[in-house]
């Protein structure tokens, strides 16, 4: 696989995701800048690596209000993003925490990378977003 040039934008994205609102801030982040025509790379660490595991499938679990709704998982809505802008969108997921949380195997498309890589996309970004708990 070809290397990726250099992000506009790098969000580093970690924590809980499902703590705050954060992950749906991350998702309008993304989808803005990328219609913007904005390269994003999306580095997950913590349990933000569980996000885009294959088999969370298509779908989130049905809505018990709404039983006839159905929305995406985020492995979905990040798959689709990847299908639709494959030269603008990145989504790295740190090696080791997903490892220690069990997280895996990601949607095509998702790198699980050395934790050591987070400040080769730091260095190499024009801007860094840090969004998430420590």
Not at 99 to 120: C, E, F, K, L, N
Request: aromatic content about 8%; hydrophobic content about 45%; proline content about 7%.
């Amino acid at each position: 696989m070809a290397a990726r040039p250099p992000a506009d934008v790098l969000l580093v994205v970690t924590g809980a995701p499902f703590a705050s609102d954060m992950l749906t801030t991350v998702l309008r982040l993304v989808d803005e800048l990328l219609r913007r025509g904005r390269s994003v790379l999306v580095w997950a660490c913590g349990y933000t690596t569980m996000l885009t595991q294959a088999a969370l499938g298509a779908h989130k679990p049905r809505d018990v209000d709404d039983w006839a709704a159905r929305y995406p998982s985020t492995a979905a809505v990040v798959s689709g993003l990847l299908a639709e802008y494959p030269a603008l969108f990145g989504w790295e997921v740190c090696a080791y925490c997903a490892q220690d949380r069990g997280a895996g195997p990601h949607v095509p498309g998702v790198r699980t990378r050395a934790p050591s890589r987070i400040g080769t996309n730091v260095a190499a970004a024009r801007t860094t977003v840090y969004i998430g708990g420590a």
